[in-house]
């Protein structure tokens, strides 16, 4: 039998069938010997040992994969960020951008909390670098059904720091499943993580993925990006490039760069370029065996 593996606790596996039985597997020894673990999102093939139990055979080839949270095979990322309580940090924001884009997967962001401050200026910048980008009040019951159409057919992951309302917005989307939620520390700034394991979520012939949140990230830790393809994964950029005046311009320091140009015309939105420039440096700081 074939299907998708939706959870993994303890060494076992849960895996919804084609015929939509969720079956409870263990992993052959062969993957532990050639260092692969299983993940939420893979396609399997799997045996059956006894009563909605048996044990994974084969891991079909992923065609992306996803450290943190760990995820296999996905659509699409929806980055959750608030407007306040947190303040956003449109750094990590745009690391997670530039990592889904590195491994082919759609990004869409949505802004929360704007029952609790308006979230346009928010909303502008990532509308502008070409993202689609709605806004949500989690304080209304309904509000999933702005998201909703975004998630049919595709296997979608919510990120996004502790406190910016990602189980929230999961309470609304799905009526039948009640996700802890938590009060941000004030004393902290940040909140309580309250996601425990990664499972994936069936809605509209798709499935969605809460994930464990975080509070700082670092882009090596999800793909390895030269400083030489960075450019390319900055869409904003992608009507600039080839009008520098050098060839091998880096679009931080060097005269004649159309993509300076466009940032203080207004085209690019100035955050935006500051993450890049942030980000080169990384890069251009990473050995090569790093790279790797």
């Known amino acids: 039998m074939e299907g998708i593996i939706l959870k993994g606790i303890g060494g076992f596996y849960y ?22 673990k299983p993940l939420a999102g893979d396609k399997v093939k799997i045996s059956s040992t006894g009563e909605l139990q048996g044990v994974i055979d084969e891991i079909f080839p992923r065609k992306n994969e996803w450290l943190r949270p760990p995820l296999a095979n996905l659509d699409q990322l929806v980055m959750v960020v608030s407007c306040c309580e947190p303040l956003p940090n449109l750094f990590n924001l745009d690391q ?10 759609e990004p869409l962001i ?12 928010l909303e502008g910048i990532y509308r502008k670098a070409g993202f689609i980008t709605i806004s949500l009040n989690n304080m209304e019951v309904d509000s999933g059904k702005v998201l909703a159409p975004y998630l049919q057919g595709k296997i979608t992951a919510l990120a996004g720091n502790s406190g910016v309302g990602k189980s929230s917005l999961l309470n609304n989307l799905f009526g039948e499943y009640r996700f802890e939620t938590s009060q941000i520390s004030q004393k902290l700034g940040r909140g309580r993580h309250t996601t425990r394991h990664v499972e994936l979520y069936p809605i509209d012939g798709g499935y969605v993925a809460d994930t464990p949140g975080f509070s700082t990230i670092a882009l090596h830790q999800y793909a390895s990006i ?5 450019q390319h994964l900055f869409r904003e950029f992608l009507p600039f490039l080839g009008d520098c005046r050098f060839q091998d311009c880096s679009h931080t320091a060097e005269s004649g760069c159309a993509v ?5 015309q207004g085209e690019i939105p100035l955050s935006r370029y500051h993450s890049y420039c942030q980000l080169y440096e990384e890069a251009k700081s990473m050995k090569e065996w790093e790279n790797k």
């Not at 895996?15 to 692969?36: M, P, S, V």
């Not at 997670?96 to 997967?105: F, M, N, V």
């Open 96 to 105: 997670l951008l530039t990592a889904a884009e590195a491994k082919g997967i």
């Open 110 to 121: 949505v802004v929360t909390k704007v029952d609790l401050s308006a979230g346009e200026e």
């Open 226 to 230: 030269k400083k030489e393809e960075l």
């Open 15 to 36: 895996i919804k069938t084609e015929d939509g039985l969720i079956y409870e597997c263990k992993a052959k020894g062969i993957f532990r010997r050639e260092n692969t």
């Open 260 to 264: 300076k140009h466009a940032v203080e």
